[in-house]
């Protein structure tokens, strides 16, 4: 019913930079939060940032001022601009929405199929 395709990962040199995006496509109705979360492996998924449909933020404190979130035009697509990428950022990033389908009443939370992103020299 809900897709939610990723794109943007890839391999990157210690400083460099990296624009994630996501599209969410279905039966939608409303798109409450947008965010991003990344799983390193063999730990849990944490965190990266989300945003509000009112375009409010939330970061995690080992990115900010490093990434920004930001939603498209269409409110249906979020992208993440990594900036001064740290060998640390490497990790599988997950996209996440809050959301409404189309005839219900309460919301429910979907998750992209993940985009790996490296950073090493």
């Known amino acids: 019913q809900v897709q939610l395709v990723e794109s943007g990962g890839g391999l990157v040199q210690p400083g460099g930079s990296l624009r994630l995006s996501c599209a969410a496509s279905?039966?939608?109705?409303?798109?409450?939060?947008m965010g991003w979360y990344r799983q390193i492996t063999g730990k849990q998924r944490e965190l990266v940032a989300t945003i509000t449909s009112g375009g409010s933020t939330n970061y995690a404190d080992s990115v900010k001022g490093r990434f920004t979130i930001s939603r498209g035009n269409a409110k249906n697509t979020v992208y993440l601009q990594m900036s001064s990428l740290k060998p640390e950022d490497t990790a599988v990033y997950y996209c996440?929405?809050?959301?409404?389908?189309?005839?219900?009443?309460?919301?429910?939370?979907?998750w992209g199929q993940g985009t790996q992103v490296t950073v090493s020299s």
């Open positions: 996440n929405a809050d959301l409404f389908l189309a005839g219900l009443i309460t919301p429910n939370v979907y």
């Open positions: 279905g039966s939608i109705s409303r798109i409450n939060v």
